[in-house]
C-alpha cells in the first residue's frame, strides 16, 4: 500500500506542478528543466567510455554537503566522469555550471521506467545521495544494477517517513545501498532499528566545506578598510523579518560598531529599504571604492553575490539570517572564524545539527529580540574573555567536526581499488 500511494503521489505531484508553473516561476523552471530530459541524456552520453560517478543533490544547501566528496573525488580519481543532478530549480539554476562536474541535469521524476531509462543512459558505477534523498525506483534499480549506492551527509530524524509504518516500503529499498555516512550518533540508531546497520557516523561534510573557504578566504580590500579597528558585525543572508529585529540593535551600537550586510535577495527594493530604515551613514558595496565616505560611513551593504563567507572574517560577531522565515542559513561559514554568532529562534532550528551544536557548545545563541541581542553584546563587550572563549568555541565545533570527507573518500578508495 505505501508504494501504492508513493507512485500516485509522485504522478499528482507532477501534475499539480505543471498546474502551477502556469503562473510560478520556480514550477515553470521545475517543468522547463526536465523538457527533452532523456535525449539531453542520450545525447551527452552516447559513446562514453569513462566510469562514472553520479551525485545526487536536492537543492542548493545539499549540493554544499555533497561538495566536498565531489571536489576530493574529482582530484583523486580525474578519470571519472562526474554527473551532478538537481531536483530544485534552486540548486540546478544556481550550479548548472559548476565546473566541478562534467554534466550538470535535473533529476527525471521518479517511476520505474524513468529510473530505468536514466540507469541505461548514464550507466553509473557509482550512485551518491545526499542527506535524504531516498527515490524508491531510483535506488531500487541502481542497487539491482549493481551501481555502487551511498549516501552521504545522512540525518534521519525520529519522525523521518524511513521509520514510520507507512515508509515501511521505503526503509526496505533504502536497506539495500552498500553504505550510510551519517551526520550523528542519533541518525545511526534510528537507522539501525529498521535493520539498517551498513553506517558509518562521519558528521556533516559542510564543516571540511567551510574550514577550506575559510583556509583560502580572498581578501576584501574595501571590507578591510571600512572595519578598521572597530568591532564589527557582520550580517549575513538576512531577510526583512531578520532585519526589523536588528535595526534596533545597529542604531543602540551606531557609535562604535560598525555593520556588514549581505542580504538574502538583492531586489533593490530590500536594499533601498535597509537604508531607509537604518539612522546612520549607509554605503553600498559596489560605490564603495570610489566614495570617500567609506571611511566614516558605519554601515556597508552588500550589493553582489560570492563573497559572504570571507566576509565574516572581518566580524568580531555574525547574525545569520533566515531562521525567521523558517530556514536558517549557513552558520558554520560563520562559526569557522572562532567568532560568536547569533541567529533568530525558531522551532524549525532543531532541524539544522549545526545550529543546535553551536548553541550546546555555548558559541551560538538563538535571539529572540532586539533587546535580547543587544544584552547579549554588551555583556560580551564588558567581558573579553568571555568573548573569546565563546568565539573560541564556535571555532573548535568546525575544527573538532572535521574529517567526514576523509571517511567516505576511504571508502569509495577500496571500492574502485577493489
Same mark, same amino acid.
Given at each position: 500500500?505505501?508504494? %501504492? ?32 530530459? %532523456? ?17 545526487? +543533490? ?35 539554476? $544556481? ?9 550538470? %541535469? ?11 531509462? %536514466? ?26 544494477? &549493481?551501481?555502487?549506492?551511498? /549516501? ?13 509504518? #507507512?515508509?515501511?516500503?521505503? +526503509? ?20 539501525? #532499528? ?15 566545506? $567551510? ?62 529599504? !535597509?537604508?531607509?530604515?537604518?539612522? &546612520? ?40 539570517? /533566515? ?10 561559514? +560563520? ?14 532550528? #532543531? ?25 547579549? !553584546? ?12 565563546? &568565539? ?10 572535521? &574529517? /567526514? ?7 569509495? /578508495?577500496?571500492? !574502485?581499488?577493489?
Amino acid at each position: 500500500m505505501g508504494l %501504492f500511494i508513493y507512485n500516485i503521489s509522485i504522478r499528482l505531484y507532477g501534475l499539480l506542478i505543471r498546474l502551477v508553473s502556469l503562473f510560478n516561476q520556480k514550477a515553470r523552471l521545475f517543468v522547463q528543466g526536465r523538457k527533452g530530459l %532523456f535525449k539531453k541524456l542520450e545525447e551527452t552520453f552516447a559513446g562514453n567510455e569513462r566510469p562514472v560517478l553520479w551525485l545526487h +543533490a536536492a537543492s542548493l544547501g545539499e549540493f554544499e554537503q555533497g561538495r566536498p566528496v565531489l571536489e576530493a573525488f574529482r582530484q583523486a580519481y580525474p578519470h571519472y566522469r562526474i554527473l551532478l543532478t538537481f531536483y530544485s530549480p534552486s540548486g540546478y539554476e $544556481v550550479r548548472k555550471n559548476y565546473a566541478g562536474a562534467d554534466d550538470v %541535469f535535473y533529476l527525471p521524476e521518479d517511476s520505474k521506467a524513468n529510473a530505468g531509462r %536514466f540507469l541505461t543512459l548514464v550507466n553509473p558505477s557509482i550512485a551518491i545521495l545526499v542527506k535524504y534523498e531516498f527515490w524508491y525506483h531510483l535506488i531500487r534499480e541502481s542497487v539491482s544494477r &549493481g551501481v555502487q549506492t551511498i /549516501g552521504v551527509s545522512t540525518i534521519i530524524r525520529p519522525n523521518h517517513l524511513l521509520l514510520k509504518p #507507512q515508509g515501511r516500503f521505503l +526503509a526496505d529499498c533504502a536497506a539495500k545501498m552498500h553504505h550510510f555516512f551519517v551526520q550523528d550518533e542519533q541518525s545511526r540508531i534510528n537507522m539501525q #532499528q529498521i535493520n539498517i546497520d551498513q553506517v558509518t557516523v562521519a558528521g556533516d561534510t559542510r564543516y571540511d566545506r $567551510v574550514w577550506d573557504i575559510a583556509a583560502k578566504a580572498q581578501e576584501i580590500p574595501i571590507a578591510e578598510h571600512f572595519a578598521g579597528d572597530q568591532p564589527t558585525m557582520v550580517i549575513g543572508s538576512s531577510w526583512p523579518s531578520d532585519m526589523e529585529v536588528l535595526y534596533p540593535v545597529i542604531k543602540t551600537f551606531s557609535d562604535r560598531f560598525k555593520f556588514i550586510i549581505a542580504p538574502h535577495n538583492l531586489k533593490e527594493t530590500e536594499l533601498s529599504a !535597509i537604508e531607509k530604515n537604518i539612522e &546612520g551613514r549607509v554605503i553600498r558595496y559596489s560605490k564603495a571604492a570610489t566614495d570617500e565616505r567609506l571611511a566614516t560611513a558605519n554601515v556597508l551593504l552588500i550589493d553582489n553575490i560570492g563573497m559572504l563567507s570571507s566576509l565574516y572574517r572581518y566580524g568580531r560577531y555574525a547574525y545569520v539570517g /533566515g531562521a525567521l522565515r523558517g530556514t536558517l542559513h549557513n552558520t558554520l561559514e +560563520a562559526a569557522v572564524y572562532g567568532i560568536p554568532v547569533f541567529f533568530g529562534k525558531h522551532a524549525n532550528n #532543531q532541524k539544522f545539527v549545526e545550529a543546535t551544536d553551536l548553541v550546546r557548545v555555548g558559541g551560538g545563541q538563538e535571539i529572540t529580540s532586539a533587546d535580547q541581542l543587544i544584552t547579549a !553584546i554588551k555583556q560580551l563587550e564588558s567581558d573579553a574573555e568571555l568573548r573569546d572563549r565563546t &568565539g573560541n568555541q564556535s571555532g573548535e565545533l568546525v575544527q573538532q567536526s572535521r &574529517g /567526514g570527507t576523509e571517511k567516505v573518500m576511504d571508502y569509495l /578508495g577500496k571500492i !574502485i581499488s577493489a
